[in-house]
């Protein structure tokens, strides 16, 4: 049973930073295409970070040098650091698996939990 978890989401200031994780199971995070996605609230869910098998990466524009996404094989997990935060990055964010790389949120089919982030200004 694949199973994703996410954690770290907080409450923080305006340019604060984060570190969110994704602990996988039921699959290995080194074969399989692993992203990030946030939604707030009446918003569709969007994309923001995706790392391939090869560790390649892709973000977001919105997020781009700001945000990280990285991963550790040996843990089956997914990292992504968040800096400079911003007031909209406020949102559940979601990490997903998928086996080729996509930015629509419908084509993944294993999803985590959520975790919030809030980002007073």
């Known amino acids: 049973q694949v199973q994703l978890g996410e954690s770290g989401g907080d409450l923080v200031q305006a340019g604060g930073s984060l570190r969110l994780s994704c602990a996988t199971s039921?699959?290995?995070?080194?074969?399989?295409?692993m992203s990030w996605f946030r939604q707030a609230p009446g918003k569709e869910r969007d994309f923001v970070a995706a790392i391939n098998r090869s560790g390649g990466t892709s973000y977001h524009d919105s997020v781009k040098g700001r945000f990280t996404i990285s991963r550790d094989d040996a843990k089956n997990t997914v990292y992504l650091q968040m800096t400079s935060l911003k007031a909209e990055d406020t949102a559940v964010y979601y990490c997903?698996?998928?086996?080729?790389?996509?930015?629509?949120?419908?084509?993944?089919?294993?999803w985590g939990q959520g975790t919030q982030v809030t980002v007073s200004s």
């Open positions: 997903a698996a998928r086996g080729f790389m996509s930015r629509l949120w419908f084509e993944y089919p294993y």
């Open positions: 039921g699959l290995t995070s080194s074969g399989y295409v």
